[in-house]
């Protein structure tokens, strides 16, 4: 991601984040956090193992376990989008460059309450109220980090920003690389996105399909609160342009998360339960969906591994790897489209690095290719279900696909 032909600012290293004034996140191999400590959360590697990341196909590291904080009693409860609020408050009080923009991002709150309080707090100037006009917000908000400030824009929904996909792919993924260097491009983009409930074809929208191929962009997806606050702070603190996705009917998950300030690593996949005869790769809101098969399967005798990939660019290979080596089997269920998803570019990389570690053809659930229709049935019928995703490791286990 550092060479010369790449648009990111260089690599994360394996040590604790420097506060306050650390650009980029760095994952941590750190154990018990002292009280009130930063945290840059994570499963700790040992050095040798971090060496050997970048060629994972050589052996099957071992991860350390990092404690729990989530399960901590002095953590708090709180719901998907007041982690997120609480993730942005926390970085605007940290650093005064931090700003935000967008349509109703103001004193109403945000569409979805995300920026609720924050215009009162921080004043009109760092949460800026814009026209509906996508594009223009969008270039301003890229103008704004080249010229030193770390601006979060918010999309009202990921649809509308395909209006500012000139702005997001030509300036924001390639400035820093057609610039020789010069210029840094921290800025989150952010917003709700994904199919909803009955919400019709143009907001029901998943644009990680559309920006995964435009070099410079970091993707990553949010899928419980705790995840929500550690990826909303590794972001802003990020000298990359990011783009967070949030999913609109993940937003009401409540979740305990820790008192104590931690931030995530950006390039990190996060395993969700072990296992030891199915590798399932997933993200946001079909993680929940996978969790509810694992249950029947479970029940019939089988031991799925369960990873959330998190990171939608660049994949974690190295944990992805480690599976596959234990497993000899992967499923990919994603809600994006089949065609050019997520899981289509998630295939080939598993075919191009593991391919002499699989017992079997790599399978992928994904959503169909239509759009999404606004009948509630209908809509079900377009998008992975629980059922299937039971149906179809069923079907690799017993060697029928």
């Known amino acids: 991601m550092a060479a010369a032909g790449a648009a990111l600012a260089p690599g994360i290293e394996n040590r604790l984040l420097s506060p306050p004034n650390a650009g980029r996140i760095r994952c941590s191999s750190s154990a018990v956090p002292a009280r009130g400590a930063l945290v840059v959360r994570g499963a700790a590697l040992s050095e040798e193992s971090r060496k050997n990341r970048s060629s994972a196909l050589k052996a099957v590291a071992v991860k350390g376990e990092a404690p729990n904080l989530t399960t901590a009693k002095s953590g708090h409860e709180i719901l998907l989008f007041d982690a997120l609020r609480e993730g942005l408050e926390e970085e605007m009080a940290r650093d005064p460059t931090v700003c935000v923009i967008g349509e109703d991002v103001g004193h109403y709150g945000g569409s979805y309450k995300v920026t609720k ?37 918010e999309g009202m929904n990921m649809g509308f920003l395909l209006l500012a996909y000139n702005q997001i792919s030509n300036n924001a993924g390639m400035l820093h690389y ?41 993707m990553v997806a949010c899928s419980t609160p705790y995840n929500a606050k550690g990826l909303m702070k590794a972001a802003i603190r990020s000298d ?46 079909m993680r929940h969906f996978v969790l509810q098969a694992a249950k029947t399967l479970v029940e019939r005798g089988y031991d799925p591994e369960i990873i959330d990939i998190r990171s939608l660019k660049p994949f974690d290979l190295f944990t992805i790897g480690n599976s596959i080596k234990k497993t000899h089997k992967v499923l990919i269920v994603e809600e994006c489209m089949r065609t050019g998803g997520i899981g289509a570019s998630l295939r080939a990389a598993i075919v191009d690095n593991f391919w002499d570690f699989l017992d079997g053809r790599p399978e992928c659930l994904s959503s169909q290719d239509v759009p999404t229709p606004y009948a509630a049935t209908l809509e079900d019928a377009t998008v992975v279900q629980p059922a299937q995703i039971v149906v179809k490791v069923e079907q690799m286990c017993q060697g029928l696909v």
């Open 178 to 218: 057609t610039s020789g260097g010069q210029f840094k491009i921290p800025i989150v983009i952010r917003g709700p996105g994904g199919v909803g409930k009955q919400l019709g074809a143009e907001h029901s929208q998943r644009l990680e399909s559309y920006f995964q191929s435009v070099p410079g962009l970091q």
């Open 117 to 153: 309080g924050l215009a009162e707090k921080f004043g009109d100037l760092r949460v800026l109220d814009t026209p509906i006009c996508e594009n223009s917000f969008t270039g301003m908000g890229i103008g704004a980090a080249m010229t030193g400030l770390r601006t979060v824009v």
């Open 240 to 285: 990359n342009p990011v783009i967070l996705y949030e999913h609109v009917l993940l937003y009401n998950l409540k979740e305990r998360i820790p008192d104590e300030e931690y931030v995530l690593c950006l390039e990190e996949a996060e395993l969700v339960r072990p296992g030891k005869d199915v590798t399932i790769l997933t993200y946001s809101r």
